[in-house]
């Protein structure tokens, strides 16, 4: 069972709509948990990061929380642009080098 | 300077041949992992090195599947008798350290095609 899940599996809104993606974990313990974005035929490319102490991270119109109590994390996309369209990929870091994937979610914004 | 570079880009190849995938991570990155990733699905790990060595090789499914780093730099993923379930996009990335802040900056992979 994958330790990382991610919902919604897709979304499409409208450009200039808000949009928050979720997802719960229960790696344990864990190092820190990042977002990613990974456009079509391409690598991830991180886009947050926040350790165990941390509850919010933002990057212009991205924010991630985290709840590490309930082992929760969400990514909300203010004012959402064409380009906003991607993969956004949780991934928890386990103590140690290894990260853990969750399978992502697919945002399509369209005009 | 450059990101993390990968080729070829795509591979096809028939059931049962041998394959090499090439990673060249940013200069000056210490560790380099390999990823797999099939369709609809996240990343899954494979190996990472710390420099030459294999830090951890915990991820590669059997022992058809082999990765070498013999300088340090560039990375080789070998898979020997290929078969249609290694048909995936095999991501490489790179980082400067092992830390847990440290950031991985992917390639853009090479999509292995078995048929």
């Known amino acids: 069972k994958n330790q990382v899940e991610q919902s919604p599996q897709s979304l499409i809104i409208l450009e200039g709509k808000n949009c928050t993606l979720q997802c719960n974990y229960t790696v344990s313990p864990f190092s820190n948990l990042r977002w990613y974005k990974q456009d079509t035929g391409r690598g991830p490319v991180s886009l947050t990061i926040?350790?165990?102490?941390?509850n919010t991270k933002s990057n212009g119109r991205y924010t991630a929380t985290l709840d590490a109590d309930t082992k929760q994390s969400s990514l909300h996309i203010t004012a959402s642009q064409l380009s906003d369209s991607a993969s956004y990929i949780c991934?928890?870091?386990?103590?140690?080098?290894?990260?853990?994937f969750g399978a992502g979610t697919i945002l399509r914004v369209k005009s | 300077g450059a990101g993390v570079s990968q080729t070829p880009s795509n591979k096809v190849t028939e059931k049962g041949k041998y394959v090499e995938l090439r990673c060249d991570p940013i200069?000056?990155?210490?560790?380099l992992y390999w990823y797999r990733q099939s369709l609809g699905q996240g990343p899954e790990f494979l190996i990472y090195f710390q420099g030459t060595g294999a830090a951890d090789d915990s991820g590669l499914p059997n022992d058809r599947f082999f990765a070498v780093r013999p300088e340090g730099s560039v990375s080789t993923l070998k898979i020997q008798r290929t078969e249609r379930g290694d048909s995936a996009v095999y991501l490489c990335?790179?980082?400067?350290?092992?830390?847990?802040?440290?950031?991985?900056?992917f390639g853009p992979g090479t999509r292995l095609t078995v048929l």
């Open positions: 991934v928890v870091r386990e103590y140690g080098n290894k990260l853990v």
């Open positions: 926040m350790t165990f102490s941390e």
């Open positions: 200069s000056g990155h210490t560790a």
């Open positions: 990335a790179s980082s400067l350290g092992t830390g847990g802040l440290d950031t991985q900056y």
